[in-house]
């Protein structure tokens, strides 16, 4: 079984602050995609990465792909309240029909 | 717009009881999943299926099973419900294989007394 770590677990900022989420794993995905949950709601998708090294920005939100695409991280700038949630890291792989899911980072953003 | 319904947002079972969750989307999509979200363990994939009448096992199996007679809808059955099984239910649908993003449903909040 494939997994996928993410670090931290809990991230309690201020607004306007800047931070990283971290999602990291020994093997090898074809694509890796961000999901961002709101209390109450499923998973939402926010980008799919693809290529080794490839960076994607949704606004405030800077996604980034590993070289060796085993990892990736989020970093979103000048964070705001309304970027509270859930964050989850997918990892799919070869032809496995199914997303392997990391443990997620709970992100608060305080006003 | 897509759309993936789950019959209930909260349900209560007492421990024996059988238990039916269901998961309907309306995007014609092929692959449906079934997952249960446990804080600090993210989710976790139960059964899912490719196809009508098909299934497969995911990484925790063990005290669920599941129905897909109609392309649009997926059961998932709870034979003999435990208090371990209390959690957050989120169904899930794709539309290939090839095509890995999912979109969920708003998840049943499933509590066993």
């Known amino acids: 079984t494939q997994l996928l770590e993410q670090s931290p677990q809990f991230l309690s900022i201020q607004e306007g602050e800047n931070l990283t989420v971290y999602c990291n794993s020994s093997?090898?995905?074809?694509?890796l995609q961000w999901y961002r949950q709101e209390p109450g709601e499923g998973p939402v998708l926010l980008v799919t990465?693809?290529?080794?090294?490839e960076v994607k920005k949704l606004k405030r939100l800077t996604f980034q792909f590993g070289d060796a695409r085993k990892d990736s991280s989020l970093h979103i700038t000048a964070a705001q309240p309304g970027d509270t949630g859930l964050y989850l890291c997918?990892?799919?792989?070869?032809?496995?029909?199914?997303?392997?899911f990391g443990s997620g980072t709970q992100l608060t953003v305080l006003p | 717009d897509v759309k993936v319904t789950q019959s209930s947002r909260y349900l209560v079972k007492r421990t024996g009881e059988k238990v039916f969750l269901e998961c309907v989307q309306d995007?014609?999509?092929?692959?449906m999943f079934w997952y249960r979200q446990d804080p600090g363990l993210g989710l976790r994939l139960i059964y899912f299926?490719?196809?009508?009448?098909?299934?497969e096992k995911g990484d925790i199996p063990e005290g669920y099973s599941v129905s897909r007679e109609k392309k649009e809808r997926f059961s998932l059955i709870l034979e003999s419900a435990s208090t371990n099984q209390t959690s957050m239910y989120l169904c899930?649908?794709?539309?290939?294989?090839?095509?890995?993003?999912?979109?969920f449903g708003p998840g049943t909040r499933l509590t066993v007394t």
């Open positions: 899930a649908s794709s539309l290939t294989p090839g095509q890995y993003e999912q979109y």
């Open positions: 093997s090898v995905f074809s694509s």
């Open positions: 990465v693809v290529t080794g090294g």
């Open positions: 997918a990892g799919a792989s070869g032809s496995a029909r199914q997303l392997t």
């Open positions: 995007m014609d999509h092929e692959n």
């Open positions: 299926s490719y196809d009508v009448k098909m299934k």
